[in-house]
């Protein structure tokens, strides 16, 4: 089974709207990350998030992490064309970066 | 900065050929370098990574190897490439002076094997 549990598995919004995808272990994450991906390209590098109720911003992208930190939510506000892609969820589990299977993130202009 | 160079960046091989994938890596020295596949609609595994020049640790079995014969350089490798290994192949390294976590990815590799 999956370590860490992404949802949706996609995501299709209309531009301009606000869009949150959700990451979710059982165990308490050290350490949770957000990348993007443009299809057939490499990762890059979003946001990390350590402490318990961190929240960060980057541009119309927010990310949270739960008190409990095992879950967390990335929020787009106002989503545009330049949003789409797939979006990860990575956390430090026993030592190694392991990575949820991706949302793909389509947004209609 | 940090650069990552993947190649080829698209392959495309019969089954039972090999395989040599190759990754280098500009900007950094002594970098950890982890091999990543990403299969259809599924996350990142990891595959190898090394601390070192010559030190390769598996995470997984499986029908490829991996090497790192310069600091700077690793290759992925297979001698007889199986269906199931098709996928998005990527390297990354630690992103300089940040947090463990936090990598930076080459352009990848995709591999279909027919």
């Known amino acids: 089974s999956q370590e860490l549990e992404q949802s949706p598995q996609s995501l299709i919004v209309q531009e301009g709207k606000n869009l949150t995808i959700n990451c979710t272990s059982s165990?308490?994450?050290?350490?949770l990350y957000w990348y993007k991906q443009k299809y057939g390209e490499g990762l890059i590098f979003l946001m990390m998030?350590?402490?318990?109720?961190e929240e960060k911003s980057h541009e119309k992208i927010t990310a949270k992490l739960d008190e409990k930190k095992q879950q967390s939510s990335l929020h787009i506000t106002a989503s545009q064309p330049s949003h789409a892609g797939i979006y990860l969820c990575?956390?430090?589990?026993?030592?190694?970066?392991?990575f949820g299977q991706g949302t793909i993130l389509t947004v209609h202009p | 900065s940090q650069t990552i160079h993947q190649w080829p960046a698209t392959l495309v091989q019969p089954v039972g050929s090999p395989l040599s994938l190759e990754c280098t890596v500009e900007?950094?020295?002594?970098?950890?370098l982890y091999w990543y596949r990403q299969a259809a609609g599924r996350g990142l595994q990891l595959l190898f990574y090394?601390?070192?020049?010559?030190?390769i640790s598996s995470e997984v079995p499986q029908n490829l190897s991996a090497s790192r014969p310069q600091d700077r350089q690793f290759i992925l490798s297979s001698k007889k490439l199986l269906l199931s290994d098709s996928g998005f192949y990527l390297c990354?390294?630690?992103?300089?002076?940040?947090?463990?976590?936090?990598?930076?990815f080459g352009e990848g590799s995709r591999l279909t094997v027919l």
């Open positions: 990575g956390a430090d589990i026993g030592g190694e970066l392991t």
């Open positions: 165990k308490t994450l050290y350490g």
């Open positions: 998030l350590q402490k318990g109720g």
């Open positions: 900007g950094t020295s002594n970098p950890n």
């Open positions: 090394s601390v070192g020049i010559g030190q």
């Open positions: 990354a390294c630690p992103s300089r002076g940040r947090a463990t976590g936090e990598l930076f």
